[in-house]
T-cell receptor, first 114, second 112 residues
Framework: SAVISQKPSRDICQRGTSLTIQCQVDSQVTMMFWYRQQPGQSLTLIAT?????????ESGFVIDKFPISRPNLTFSTLTVSNMSPEDSSIYLCSVVVTYTDTQYFGPGTRLTVL | KQEVTQIPAALSVPEGENLVLNCSFTDSAIYNLQWFRQDPGKGLTSLLLIQSSQREQTSGRLNASLDKSSGRSTLYIAASQPGDSATYLC???????????FGQGTTLQVKP
């Protein structure tokens, strides 16, 4: 298994500002992902965080809006840039632990944009 | 377009009942399927993972089955308890990239 921490757990931000979310995992992992869960909705994959290189974004998500870093195997950041109220969501980090296919999720960051 | 459908969207049962949650997916080339539980305001907890070569997995009172030919999975919960109240999410991956496609979830309420 894996223990994943995210910071901050929640935040309230003003329109036009940016927020960086951190994800730290206690195990060696092969893959790290960032998902978004909009109010009352299920999860949608934003991107795969690649170690030492640019993230791989899903359709509808772009690097300018959601820059992602992954400097090592166990840490990643997601920035939500130039925020608008439509960005209000829960943002979740997930990982696949080495030698398994099971995906584990962090506790999420609840973002409210005013 | 790959999609996952979960039925019912919500379910309310008295404590002690056995129940079945349904999940259907559009991609028969499935790599694996995973069931998660999400408590209000919380992240996801992995319950069961079924590889494409497997038919079912069991953990305690939970049993998940996979039928690739019909594009369906079921999560069976035996002897339900109030602590089982949560939203249950089904998600599948069509490759070893780890990318998961999620259903909308079934919100379960177990009444004491």
């Amino acid at each position: 298994s894996a223990v994943i921490s995210q910071k901050p757990s929640r935040d309230i931000c003003q329109r036009g500002t940016s927020l960086t979310i951190q994800c730290q995992v206690d195990s060696q992992v092969t893959m790290m992902f960032w998902y978004r869960q909009q109010p009352g909705q299920s999860l949608t994959l934003i991107a795969t965080a690649n170690q030492g290189s640019e993230a791989t974004y899903e359709s509808g998500f772009v690097i300018d809006k959601f820059p992602i870093s992954r400097p090592n195997l166990t840490f990643s950041t997601l920035t939500v840039s130039n925020m608008s109220p439509e960005d209000s969501s829960i943002y979740l980090c997930s990982v696949v632990v080495t030698y398994t296919d099971t995906q584990y999720f962090g506790p999420g960051t609840r973002l409210t944009v005013l | 377009k790959q999609e996952v459908t979960q039925i019912p969207a919500a379910l309310s049962v008295p404590e002690g009942e056995n129940l079945v949650l349904n999940c259907s997916f559009t991609d028969s080339a499935i790599y694996n399927l995973q069931w998660f539980r999400q408590d209000p305001g919380k992240g996801l907890t992995s319950l069961l993972l079924i590889q494409s070569s497997q038919r079912e997995q069991t953990s305690g009172r939970l049993n998940a089955s996979l039928d690739k030919s019909s594009g369906r999975s079921t999560l069976y919960i035996a002897a339900s308890q109030p602590g089982d109240s949560a939203t249950y999410l089904c998600a599948f991956s069509s490759s070893n990239t780890g990318k998961l496609i999620f259903g909308q979830g079934t919100t379960l309420q177990v009444k004491p």
